[in-house]
Nanobody
Framework: VHLVESGGGSVQSGGSLRLSCAASGFTYSVYCMAWFRQIPGKEREEVATIDSDNTTKYTDSVKGRFTISRDNAKNTQYLQMNSLKPEDTGMYYC???????????????WGQGTQVTVSS
């Protein structure tokens, strides 16, 4: 199983970024896909999930600004991030599991992460 994130970078507050996660090695279309983020010294935080039926869920701090989507034909998921804030800074990870777990520790597959830095 491979999950490879891309699209991170440095932007100013109010800017946008689009993260991508290319998946291989499993039946992508039936899996729950998720984005998490982590700041050094803090707990990994779930940002958004998208289930196999395209049901989405977002953490409150990103609602209305971030959009998670998936393209099953390309085995790829995306995170469109608009109106970025300095507090969105962190390492963003793509994750996958058969179901959308409540705890990040229960997600079975992870990418290596991509850094997002938002400056004020």
């Amino acid at each position: 199983v491979h999950l490879v994130e891309s699209g991170g970078g440095s932007v100013q507050s109010g800017g946008s970024l689009r993260l991508s996660c290319a998946a291989s090695g499993f039946t992508y279309s039936v899996y729950c896909m998720a984005w998490f983020r982590q700041i050094p010294g803090k707990e990994r935080e779930e940002v958004a999930t998208i289930d196999s039926d395209n049901t989405t869920k977002y953490t409150d701090s990103v609602k209305g600004r971030f959009t998670i989507s998936r393209d099953n034909a390309k085995n790829t998921q995306y995170l469109q991030m608009n109106s970025l804030k300095p507090e969105d800074t962190g390492m963003y990870y793509c994750a996958a599991d058969v179901i959308c777990e409540d705890d990040w520790r229960d997600f079975g597959f992870w990418g290596q992460g991509t850094q997002v830095t938002v400056s004020s």
